[in-house]
């Protein structure tokens, strides 16, 4: 068994300096996190460019508190100051990697814009259900002292300092892509890969300090992916399928894993939240692979597939067969279970990964996708037969989309979905969203036996909003949660 070790944990911690009686950010380990207080807020990304709507994107704070009046509801609204930028993921300042130290605050929240390049800085610490514009870094100073453009993955190190993947160049070529470092007050400082160690494609990253590791994972082109998705690019070479994987903290590219065909855009990353682990996994959204990752004998690193979901034969598409796409993952806190998205398919999924090697699927639930009753795309079975999948109306709303960004509660029972991926796939494979914008939903999780279950009592409707309906992407808790925060 490979779940969590509360006792190597506590070791881990004073190993590192860390411990209760400190008092920087977030929490001494994963699992004290997991007894943290249960979430009354949420920030979510929110979209308009790419709508046709000539709108700011903003950032939406959302109430989640079952007792609020506002429950289920935008109580407020950050308009950035542009237009065209697209926000998209977001990550903090300071996380419970800075926990040892007393001076850090989790105060900021860093937004890049994936178009425009610009990254914002909002306090949320002031007024956490109103917050407000800190600062923003322009893009021409990140172009001009870094070359470097298209900011998508944020994580805080335990130095202060910032790290942002960055997936090309001004002009849109994935081999312009690397690694932006900011200091504590924003300012940029350059890449932090040495010279000549940048990957192939950029887009997420996780670092674990134990084993000295940082690994990334591979998007593609901005170039290719920002006009939509086209297969042609993928024979093209415009599209990734390799992990690179980089010293930690110094930024010597190591190793580099090709995935294979079975390994085709890879996008989200996770090591295991226990720190002294060396294992992970990363979704594969083309292939539909979850694919893990361990530490070898020798000190190199290595891959299997450990989950694959098949792709469905179908009528009435662009295709004839059509892929899960497994957009989104993560994982408890306790390293229990795994969660990921199929968003063309249409479900959420839930598998026990205490043994990281045999994960077992233990819940699974159908909330929204392309082959729903209603809508023109049919799977086709084995024997010919054709089907659709039942997904039940909540609040009188028809579900869109499919089932895209998710964020697990700190004890693990509650699972927040949106459904956006990028506008410009957005409109290509969910054309309803950019007309009717995307919901939220909250899962219910059983934590002791598995499985998940609709909340019919919570539905944030974004195609409600003042400016017209907007799409919704990324979520995170004020005080952080189990795809920001970093364990050392």
């Known amino acids: 068994m490979e779940a969590m070790d509360v006792n190597s944990l506590q070791h881990a911690a004073v190993a590192n300096g860390v411990s209760c009686c400190k008092n920087g950010p977030g929490y001494a380990t994963p699992l004290e996190a997991m007894s943290g207080p249960r979430e009354a807020l949420i920030y979510v990304t929110c979209v308009y460019s790419g709508t046709g709507r000539e709108k700011p994107d903003y950032l ?21 100051p542009y237009l065209g930028d697209e926000l998209h993921h977001s990550g903090w300042n300071s996380c419970s990697s800075c926990h040892g130290d007393p001076s850090a605050t989790r105060r900021f929240l860093v937004l890049p814009s994936l178009m425009s390049g610009r990254i914002y800085i909002i306090d949320t610490l002031t007024n956490p259900k109103a917050p407000f514009l800190h600062k923003v870094v322009e893009p021409a100073d990140v172009i001009q002292k870094t070359g470097l453009a298209y900011p998508h993955t944020s994580h805080c190190l335990a130095s202060g300092d910032l790290l942002i993947s960055c997936l090309g160049d001004k002009g849109g070529n994935a081999e312009g892509s690397g690694f932006l470092l900011l200091d504590s007050e924003f300012n940029v400082k350059g890449r932090w890969e040495k010279p000549g160690h940048s990957p192939l494609f950029g887009y997420d990253f996780w670092y674990q300090p134990q084993h000295k590791t940082m690994i990334s994972t591979s998007w593609g082109a901005p170039a290719a992916f920002t006009k939509g998705f086209n297969p042609q690019h993928v024979s093209d070479g415009l599209y990734g399928r390799h992990l690179f994987v980089y010293s930690w903290p110094d930024g010597q590219l190591k190793q580099t894993l090709d995935l294979g065909k079975t390994g085709l855009i890879p996008l989200e990353i996770r090591f295991l939240h226990d720190p002294s682990k060396d294992t992970g996994f990363v979704g594969c959204a083309l292939t539909s692979n979850m694919v893990r990752f361990f530490k070898t004998a020798d000190e190199s690193w290595n891959h299997e597939v450990a989950i694959s979901v098949k792709p469905l034969k179908v009528q009435n598409w662009i295709l004839p067969e059509m892929p899960g796409l497994i957009t989104d993952f993560l994982i408890s806190l306790d390293d229990r279970y795994l969660y990921f998205v199929n968003w063309l398919h249409g479900d959420i999924r839930q598998y026990n990964i205490e043994d990281p090697k045999n994960p077992v699927l233990t819940g699974q639930v159908w909330v929204g996708g392309l082959i729903q009753k209603g809508n023109s ?10 089907y659709q999948h039942d997904v039940p109306e909540i609040q009188g709303h028809r579900l869109r989309g499919g089932p895209q960004m998710i964020q697990l509660s700190l004890d693990g029972k509650r699972l927040y979905v949106t459904n956006s991926l990028f506008s410009a796939w957005d409109k290509q494979f969910y054309p309803e969203l950019a007309e009717k914008g995307s919901h939220m939903l909250q899962i219910d999780v059983d934590t002791e036996k598995g499985g998940l279950a609709i909340n019919p009592n919570f539905f944030v409707d974004f195609g409600a909003e003042p400016d017209g309906p907007s799409f919704a992407h990324e979520m995170r808790y004020p005080g952080g949660d189990c795809t920001s925060d970093i364990w050392i």
């Open 377 to 386: 795309v049919f799977a086709v079975e084995e024997d010919g037969n054709t």
């Open 60 to 80: 939406g704070t959302v109430d989640v508190d079952p007792s609020s009046p506002t429950y289920s509801k935008v109580i407020h609204r950050l308009p950035v």
